[in-house]
Nanobody
Framework: VQLQAFGGGLVQPGGSLRLSCAASGTISSINAWAWYRQAPGKRRELVAAISSGGSANYADSVRGRFTISRDNAKNTVYLQMNSLKPEDTAVYYC????????????WGQGTLVTVSS
């Protein structure tokens, strides 16, 4: 399975971005998706996850501002990010669970989000 995340960029504080991540390759079924982020000098952080049934969970730092969703037909997950803050600046990665979650070295390049005025 290959993952490709895109949609990042430079945005001002208070702005919005929508990230997408598509899975390709041999995929039998996708059970769950997750978004992670890693800021310079910081540990990787789980941002949001969504199950096959659509149940979503969020980190406290983004709850109420970010929304994770999925398109099963397109094998794609989205992250709508609103009210962005400078501390949201990071490289964002997606992960996917088929039989098991992919290891981090299989997540691809991620997409950089920079929140700055």
């Amino acid at each position: 399975v290959q993952l490709q995340a895109f949609g990042g960029g430079l945005v001002q504080p208070g702005g919005s971005l929508r990230l997408s991540c598509a899975a390709s390759g041999t995929i039998s079924s996708i059970n769950a998706w997750a978004w992670y982020r890693q800021a310079p000098g910081k540990r990787r952080e789980l941002v949001a996850a969504i199950s096959s049934g659509g149940s979503a969970n969020y980190a406290d730092s983004v709850r109420g501002r970010f929304t994770i969703s999925r398109d099963n037909a397109k094998n794609t997950v989205y992250l709508q990010m609103n009210s962005l803050k400078p501390e949201d600046t990071a490289v964002y990665y997606c992960n996917v669970k088929t039989g098991s979650w992919l290891a981090p070295d299989s997540w691809g390049q991620g997409t950089l989000v920079t929140v700055s005025s």
